[in-house]
């Protein structure tokens, strides 16, 4: 794993997602649909390369988007982001992850992640909208635009991710 490379490309996502995406979702889904790419950059980190790359990504570009994004109250992207990928590293180290597999972990961590903030920001009267709602308009929606993210970084990831002896020992098998 190329360090410098790995956050250069994370850096890429978070512009991306903070720039362009933003453009590309249509005007009904403005404030509903939230991409979280760096998210799962994070969580690829956590099952390839291992629990201490995923939780400085995720703390680190985390912070960015609590400040970037949601100033009201820091630490809760940090927090969760961090937390999470580093529990995907702990789970996951040292086994190797299919395609399937993968794709489902990261589904399923969107969707604690998206749930943990909306409790987190429900606990502290941030937000007042019921869940069933934020489920069905903002964090299904966003699950599927992770998920397809997720499929389509799938090989760039692992390839880039994977430690070398990992993909050496493969190859003599």
Known sequence: MNTKRVIALTVLL??????????????SMHGRLA?????????YAGMYAGRHPALFIGLIFG????????????????????SIAYLTGLLLEGKRVPMLAAL????LCC????????????VFRVT??????????????????QTGFALAAYVPARRLLEPKAKKDGDEEE
């Open 111 to 122: 969707f604690l992640y998206d749930s943990a903030a909306y409790g987190i920001y429900r």
């Open 35 to 43: 991409p979280h790419f760096v998210f799962v950059a994070a969580l």
């Open 63 to 82: 912070m960015m988007q609590d400040i970037v994004f949601y100033g009201h109250m820091l630490g809760v992207h940090t927090l969760l982001m961090g």
């Open 128 to 145: 007042h909208e019921p869940y069933e709602f934020v489920l069905m308009q903002s964090i299904a929606p966003s699950l599927f635009l």
């Open 104 to 107: 489902f972990v990261i589904a």
């Open 14 to 27: 978070f512009m991306l997602e903070t720039t362009i995406v933003p453009w590309l979702i249509p005007e």
